[in-house]
Nanobody, 129 residues
Framework: QVQLVESGGGSVQAGGALRLSCVAS????????MAWFRQAPGKEREGVAG????????YYTDSVKGRFTASQDNAKNTVYLQMNSLTPEDTAIYYC??????????????????????WGQGTQVTVSS
């Protein structure tokens, strides 16, 4: 079992920035696929960024490329999502997810929520215009 706890959400104005954190505990592994998803009211959950734990590989959905950056601190079992130039369209609950059955994210699989058995509770991000 892996437990994930997100933090760092909040309310900002358009153009602002936030950094989300996701701390993993339990049966963590030095290599895995982790991802950030978000879900806005009335919309499906979508993959925002994927990160291969233990490597430098990161993946992003088109709408956040150049604005969001996923990173990791393996010593702290923590992954981050730095979000810059936020827009109201980024308003959603953001979730951290982990798949420890894989040693890395591959292709577009990181963006499929069904591939992730472990989820955090989510953190709200609200961007006002």
């Amino acid at each position: 079992q892996v437990q994930l706890v997100e933090s760092g959400g909040g309310s900002v104005q358009a153009g602002g920035a936030l950094r989300l954190s996701c701390v993993a505990s339990g049966n963590t592994y030095p290599r895995a696929c982790m991802a950030w998803f978000r879900q806005a009211p009335g919309k499906e959950r979508e993959g925002v960024a994927g990160i291969s734990v233990g490597s430098t590989a990161t993946y992003y959905t088109d709408s956040v490329k150049g604005r969001f950056t996923a990173s990791q601190d393996n010593a702290k079992n923590t992954v981050y999502l730095q979000m810059n130039s936020l827009t109201p369209e980024d308003t959603a609950i953001y979730y951290c997810a982990a798949d420890t059955s894989r040693v890395a994210c591959h292709g577009s699989s990181w963006s499929n929520s069904r591939n992730f058995p472990y989820w955090g509770q989510g953190t709200q991000v609200t961007v006002s215009s």
